[in-house]
């Protein structure tokens, strides 16, 4: 016989007991809401029914029934969804479904609505465009980090998840090599030179139109972009253009002239026509005075215009610098190093220079590790840099040079690691520090490191009391277009738009392969994923509502693109806002070419991709993965069913059982959009049948054509809309996928914003204020309910 302590068996008992009253709150809260379950679910799942191989019945106790996590996972995933009950079927009153979506959460989930899981965080490297973005606003140079640096993979849609975002030896030896590459361009080492000053291309401007600039000078208009730059010192300079010529892949017989001047005087031009060459140079010399008298200018004369089939040409000009005086009385660090170099060129006396050195490690460290560098870690840098300096045939911008790729390839640059005072302990949940939540704002809206400001105000401890201000200054901040452009891209997959591959012929309907690529060509395309860019952009800088991003009557349009669209009144290169006439089926993300593109067959629209798309990304609601072995929609067009409608043809592919519920669910809404054709092209037939456009949505929503289901989906299912928005955002965000846990954050994103004007702005501000963004816990491997979590940051 065992013999007890009386304490120990006072704990025993006190846990007995603990675990019986826990039992009889979880029964008490099940009969609460069974007699729901039994009126809207167990028609179809109990009582012996089990339809779609699902019964919520058929347990020994009510203990096994709350233990069986995957079948209450079901159960809160459809009806939070609006899934279930059917249509067809009596519907759950707005409490009813709160309840049952409450009993799940707390009694099954363990879910704390108060205290929400942040989830758990994996450190993570920077993928490649944080770590461009972050060399570009350290050492202001655009590393092309394709060159050296492998593409990212990719988890839920994102290359923000820090789960993929590990580094091999092979990848280390890649940074190391990023490194050298970096700081060889970036950090003058032959100290002071002849000075590059490069001007704001954005100054340069016509009279005749404020919209025009030096990013398109068609060869067929005469432009002449002029702008009056500051001029530092008297002297003879050297004036460089590089520019591009654009507008066609294929060759032209397009021609112009292109000319550089100061004042009434050309300097030296250039007959221009197709070239494919990924950069052009023109290069001539001028006396220039100190001031801002100089008028320089750039001139485009029209010369040959395109044959019958041939693409217009334009000019891109991609710099405009000045180098001098060229007789050396002035010298400086390069532009893009002066903020390294601050200072100017370092003491004559050795022995003075490590006040220099420190001043610049400290502050360049401090950027890269986005966090004050420690004395250590300073002290052994600025000896790095003198043991460099004092060797032969090296210079104080050599050991500054090799202090700043030691930081480069430190973990503390490449990883986004966060203090966590208790790292192995998953039920330690801890706000992180300010210059953390800097870092997570910073890498979010940017792409890139802190600016001072933040790294202040984090110093300070003020930062989580200025969030919101926060927010909004850095998006005015140009930088925030990388956000916009990585968000966008990945979201909607508008990254992809420039390369997929289609069968032009087919799809235009015309025979010669390279007229019908002039037509639909990478110009265009691209113009597409910029109206996507700049329709979101506007959306959330403007404080817009983010069901807009369905139902706006206008869109981002340049000349090639709205000639797609067949709009009227468009000139110039330039992306602009465009009302759009109602007959014109444009505005709103389901009329725009991205979206086209992304959810189509080379030769053929997609109803099934395309419905899916939306229930991914703007219901929250994927479908189940596709059925094994499933033959293609083509292998149904055969015989006399050849020139069926593509809606007939889904009604033969969908005929197995196992399909008929998913298509059920996708095809309606892809068949809502089968007036634009595989490229974005508006038509009223296909195959010579009238398409049908009419649908309904698996809730019961019934629609005409694709406006009608934009609307639907912007009122009737504002909600899921909204939900769906939030959970794409804080996935691009943290790092992780979304987990059952983050239901109350997700909820009270959504709620919060609609309480607001439901504003794209308001979602992002719920997303920088949850506790996945602003906390974190240990890595623990299991969430409090028991389930392995398949996501991660």
Known sequence: MIRRSPSLLAVSCSLLFAGATSAR????????????????????????????????????????????FDVWFEIWKNVRSNLMPPADKPQLKTEEKENILSFIESTVFKIDPKNPDPGRVTIRRLNREEYRNSI????????????????????????????????????????????????????????????????????????????????????????????????????????????????????????????IGVDDKTLTERKLGWDNSERLTLKTKAVLKQGKDAAFWVATETGEPPREGESKLAVTVESFRIRGPLDGSKKDYPWNSRHLFSQGPPAADENARDPYREAILRKFATQAFRR????????????????????????????????????????????????????????????????????????????????????????????????????????????????????????????DVETLSFNERSLLGEKDLEKARRIFNGRLRQSMRLESEEFFAHILRENRPATELLTANYTFLNEPLAEWYNIDGVKGNHMRKVDVPAD????????????????????????????????????????????????PLEAAAKGDKKNLPLRELLKIHSEQKLCASCHARMDPIGLALENYNAIGVWREDDKGH??????????????????????????????DFHRALSEKLMTYAVGRGIEYY????????????????????????????????????????????????SGAE
Not at 27 to 55: M, N, R, V, W
Not at 784 to 789: L, M
């Open 25 to 68: 709150a979880d029964q008490k809260a099940f009969d609460a809401i069974e007699p729901l379950l039994a009126t809207h679910c167990y028609d179809c799942h109990g009582d012996g029914a089990s339809k779609g191989d699902f019964a919520m019945d058929d347990y020994a106790s009510i203990e096994a029934h709350l233990q069986d």
């Open 136 to 259: 570009k606003d350290l050492l202001k140079y655009d590393f092309n980090v394709a060159d050296i640096l492998p593409a990212d993979d990719t988890g839920y849609g994102f290359d923000t998840i820090g789960d993929v975002l590990s580094i091999s030896p092979l990848l280390m030896e890649k940074y190391l090599e990023a490194a050298d590459l970096v700081v060889e361009n970036a950090v003058p080492t032959k100290g002071p030179e002849i000075v590059e000053w490069w001007f704001d291309a954005k100054t340069f401007k016509d009279e005749r139109s404020k919209d025009w600039g030096l990013d398109w000078m068609p060869f067929d208009h005469a432009r002449k972009m002029q702008s009056k730059p500051w001029v530092s010192h008297d002297g003879e300079y050297e004036i460089r253009v590089d520019f591009r010529v654009r507008g066609s892949d294929e060759a032209s017989s397009n021609t112009a002239t292109l000319k």
């Open 372 to 495: 004050p560098v420690d004395d250590e870690t300073l002290k052994r840098l600025v000896a790095l840099a003198r043991q460099v300096d004092t060797q032969p045939g090296y210079n104080f911008e050599h050991g500054i040079a090799e202090a700043i790729t030691a930081i480069l390839v430190s973990p503390r640059f490449l990883l986004r690691a966060e203090i966590q005072p208790e790292p192995d302990n998953p039920s330690k949940v801890v706000p992180i520090d300010e210059y953390a939540l800097a870092s997570r704002l910073s890498y979010f809206l940017w792409t890139s490191i802190p600016d001072d400001e933040l790294l202040k105000l984090a110093g300070e401890g003020k930062l989580r009391a200025n969030l919101r201000q926060q927010v909004d200054r850095m998006l005015k901040d140009d930088k925030s277009k990388r956000m916009v452009t990585n968000f966008v891209g990945q979201w909607l997959q508008a990254r």
């Open 584 to 631: 014109k089926h444009r505005g709103g993300l389901l009329s725009q070419g991205t979206f086209h593109l992304v959810t189509s067959n080379p030769t053929r629209t997609s109803p099934v991709k395309r419905g899916l798309f939306v229930l991914e990304n703007f219901l929250a609601t994927p479908a189940p993965p596709a059925v094994p072995d499933v033959p």
């Open 690 to 719: 009238p398409i049908d456009t009419a649908g309904q949505l698996m809730t019961g929503e019934k629609f005409g054509n694709a406006a009608e289901l934009g609307k639907i989906l912007a009122t009737a299912r504002k909600e």
């Open 742 to 789: 983050d239901a109350p954050t997700i909820d009270k994103i959504v709620a919060d914003a609609e309480k607001n004007g439901g504003t794209l702005r308001q979602i992002l501000y719920g997303v920088v204020e949850s506790a996945p963004f602003q906390k974190r816990r240990g890595d623990g491997g299991f969430s409090a309910g028991g389930a392995k979590e």
